[in-house]
Nanobody
Framework: QVRLAESGGGLVQAGGSLRLSCAAS????????MGWFRQAPGKEREFVTA???????YYADFAKGRFTISRDNAKNTVYLQMNSLKPDDTAVYYC?????????????????WGQGTQVTVSS
């Protein structure tokens, strides 16, 4: 059983930055594929970025050039650095883990989810 806890969300002005953290307990994350997803009110949960156990990152088009995913296996933590934030980035951001170690953009392919952290970007 993997337990995930996100932190680092908050209110930021457009153009600002935030770094989200996803701390895991119960199992080491080194063998898991990790992803970040987000869900805005009235919308489906959508893929933001993911990283494989070999540290290969994948990004949604809207995240390329602005967001960076990284992992620190020693701290059992995954990070999402978000720069040049826009009001459209406002959502609850979720961290997820999938067994097998590969990354995936599909919500249904993740086995474990955190509770989410709210990110609000004001214009």
């Amino acid at each position: 059983q993997v337990r995930l806890a996100e932190s680092g969300g908050g209110l930021v002005q457009a153009g600002g930055s935030l770094r989200l953290s996803c701390a895991a307990s119960g199992r080491t994350l080194s063998a898991y594929g990790m992803g970040w997803f987000r869900q805005a009110p009235g919308k489906e949960r959508e893929f933001v970025t993911a990283i494989s156990w070999t540290n290969t990152p994948y990004y949604a088009d809207f995240a390329k050039g602005r967001f960076t995913i990284s992992r620190d296996n020693a701290k059992n933590t995954v990070y999402l650095q978000m720069n040049s934030l826009k009001p459209d980035d406002t959502a609850v951001y979720y961290c997820a883990a999938r067994t097998g170690g590969t990354a995936s953009p599909r919500v249904g392919e993740y086995n474990y989810w955190g509770q989410g952290t709210q990110v609000t970007v004001s214009s």
